[in-house]
């Protein structure tokens, strides 16, 4: 029987209203702002059940997203929800089939008001929305919030999430955490969102951006506790200074009065998803942050006025109001203001006194990644998606080599590693005639989707390499620069990791139900199924391997959706043996090879998830699912480590009609709480590694 949730009013996938609302303002009821007439590669990875795929098991492919089918393992499933001896049976049958990682067994998909964790794991909250963080901050009240408290407490919704050992301390590990957006009613007692108050704006403006804590391990236990008041402690608000570095600094297209050398910007906005490069500094990307600026139809310069288009804005009044308080969000009166925001941020977490620079080099979009990888000359390259219907998925190739070591000079030089080199979007091509593809999912006369596909390049420091466009239009409008190109449309290119073990890239393609709608992009074979509400993930390989060739291959991995519905596909894996998973949003990898995905708008009835899939070997495309989280609550920033998994709990309580005086779930803290974004940890109760 599948445990469906209530029905409610919802956008795309499974997301509510009032997520679409404050997450992203509503991106998916107005206009795709990519009108180009390039190729669409959403589609194409959806069918990929695929003949030669089966007899293939270690291929590169797409990644699929869940269904509302609960088993894990078909036959067992009546036994398991009775808790009988069978029921143990089958799960210690479970667990021996699985490969060394994911060995646990699954949960099975719900809509529980709780985080949910595998059998034989305990769990505990390590941070919570306003818990302090910094000297002098006052615990966390409600009712007597204010951004001054806010700016020295813990952010609102947690996303993406990295960990780095703090040297010197044994058992100390730095938490650095994206705050991605505020949900202002469900903030503020009373709320009233045509009026807010100049102390609501400022608390939001606090809320957002990063926080930087240090943890302490319980040891033999994964168990963390936040440390407050550590000096590596930091918070980053939408008012703290940033540097701009690389060849667009100092453009005119970055100017305002406030600013006006175009080189010093006030805050970060909508941080996302992220990645730690290879010399320990944090990147962080800002990804919807057209939601927040008021009035574009007032910019007068026609340039300016396309950009804002082509970026998403919305006319009129902002959804927070913010332009009220602060000029620099109504662009009627600071148009380049916008220009300054959807940049790939990077941070020292181990000097609280450093600046934060966002760096133009790597382009200007909804950053949803910024993933490194190195040449094999030693240069960095960081893969990036744009996380928005029909928008494109770039990499960026450094001009220098990463200096070893952790000396002055070697800090000094790496600092500039991000700020030179090649700026890149992918084409994808298919091998198959495209009468073969037909948007249904069926395969091809070849058994399988996949293809070539090429790198083309937009800029290099001041030069262009595309035309009518120079160098720094390419890098603050660097989609209508890949719209110029000839990139491929993707399905939402959100996150993406580099197999540490591998080199292979994954990317995770969360959904695009505008796939195939009249006057939209048709399926072809990097994106075969119309409608895609469920996602898949995609699976590339440089040639050569090398981070820095300019050509790869792909293949489908998985296709999401219910393993039931033919369109899904599982690498490979018989399909009714593995957990259904959908609309794949952040990934990371764990020690084994494992590729681990957690999910957002589950559009299968149950609650988002965090799930567990081997990427070679005989049980490759095994997806396994490890927890749930609470009402209305996506599962963001996974952590694998060998004793702990991390997951950053975003958003929960957010359906459609909730509020701080009628909450839409009592988690963390039990009813008569506030219901608070938080950081939890899971980890084995008999102190083992996760699924050894």
Request: charged share 25%; glycine share 10%; hydrophobic share 35%.
């Amino acid at each position: 029987m599948r445990n469906l949730l209530p029905l409610i009013s919802s956008h795309s996938g499974g997301r509510s209203a009032l997520t679409c609302r404050y997450r992203c303002g509503d991106a998916c009821l107005h206009e795709t702002p990519n009108t180009s007439g390039n190729a669409y590669v959403g589609d194409v990875i959806a069918g990929a059940a695929s003949r030669r795929a089966l007899l293939r098991a270690g291929a590169v492919v797409t990644v699929a997203a869940a269904t509302g089918a609960v088993a894990v393992e078909r036959a067992p499933r009546a036994s398991a929800a009775t808790g009988g001896a069978a029921a143990a049976e089958h799960k210690a049958a479970a667990k021996s089939k699985a490969a060394r990682g994911l060995r646990f067994a699954p949960v099975a998909p719900n809509t529980e008001d709780t985080v949910v964790v595998a059998e034989g794991h305990d769990q505990n909250v390590v941070i919570r929305w306003g818990d302090p963080i910094l000297r002098g901050a006052p615990a966390f009240d409600p009712d007597k919030q204010s951004a001054q408290a806010q700016a020295a407490q813990f952010g609102y919704n947690n996303d993406y999430m990295a960990v780095l050992d703090v040297p010197g301390e044994r058992d100390h590990q730095l938490l650095v955490v994206n705050h991605e957006y505020t949900d202002e009613v469900l903030m503020f007692s009373g709320y009233d969102p045509e009026n807010p108050t100049r102390e609501q704006a400022g608390i939001g403006w606090a809320a957002h951006g990063l926080s930087v804590v240090v943890t302490a391990e319980e040891r033999g236990l994964g168990r963390l506790t936040a440390l407050s008041r550590h000096h590596l402690n930091r918070r980053i608000t939408a008012t703290t200074p940033f540097e701009v570095t690389g060849p667009a600094a100092g453009s005119e297209l970055l100017r305002t009065s406030a600013d006006p050398t175009g080189k010093r910007i006030l805050g970060t906005l909508n941080n996302c998803g992220g990645g730690i490069t290879p010399w320990g500094t944090v990147l962080s990307g800002e990804e919807n942050f057209n939601q927040y600026f008021a009035n574009p139809d007032k910019v007068s310069d026609p340039a300016v006025k396309a950009g804002l288009k082509r970026y998403g804005f919305e006319d009129g009044a902002s959804e927070r109001k913010w332009e009220r308080f602060d000029d620099r969000f109504d662009l009627a009166k600071e148009p380049n203001e916008a220009h300054r925001f959807g940049w790939v941020v990077e941070i020292d977490p181990f000097d609280p006194e450093s600046t934060p620079r966002k760096l133009t080099a790597l382009g200007r979009f909804k950053h949803e990644a910024a993933e490194p990888r190195l040449t094999t000359d030693g240069r960095p390259v960081l893969y990036m998606g744009d996380d928005e219907k029909f928008d494109y998925f770039y990499k960026f190739v450094s001009a220098k080599r990463m200096m070893k070591g952790n000396s002055r000079i070697a800090r000094e030089h790496n600092r500039t590693l991000l700020d030179e080199g090649t700026l890149y979007v992918a084409k994808f091509t298919g091998d198959s005639p495209s009468a073969e593809v037909d948007g249904s999912g069926k395969l091809p006369e070849d058994g399988e989707f996949d293809g070539a596909g090429e790198w083309i390049p937009l800029a290099r420091g001041d030069r262009s390499f595309v035309a009518g466009m120079t160098a720094e239009e390419v890098y603050v409008f660097t989609r209508m620069a890949a719209d110029k190109a000839g990139a491929t449309k993707m399905d939402r290119p959100e996150d993406v990791e580099p197999s540490p073990r591998t080199g292979r890239v994954y990317i995770a393609l969360t959904n695009n139900t505008d796939r195939g709608k009249e006057g939209k992009a048709p399926a072809d074979e990097a994106n075969p199924r119309n409608g895609n509400k469920h996602g898949q993930i995609l699976e590339l390989t440089e040639r050569w391997n090398n981070a820095g060739s300019t050509r790869f291959n792909w293949r489908l991995f998985l296709v999401c959706g219910d393993p039931e519905d033919p369109s899904t596909y599982f690498g490979g894996f018989p399909k009714d043996q593995v957990s259904p998973i959908s609309c794949p949003d952040n990934i990371t990898f764990d020690a084994y090879g494992n590729l681990w995905i957690s999910t957002d708008g589950n559009a299968l009835g149950n609650h988002d998830g965090l799930f567990g899939v081997a990427t070679a070997g005989s049980r490759r495309g095994a997806v396994r699912q490890f927890l749930t989280v609470p009402n209305g609550a996506e599962t963001c920033g996974p952590i694998v480590r060998d004793r702990r998994v991390l997951v950053a709990v975003q958003h929960p309580g957010e359906i459609d009609g909730a509020s701080v005086e009628e909450p839409a779930s009592t988690w963390p803290d039990g009813p008569g709480e506030l219901t608070r974004p938080s950081v939890i940890s899971v980890w084995r109760r008999d102190g083992g590694d996760i699924g050894a």
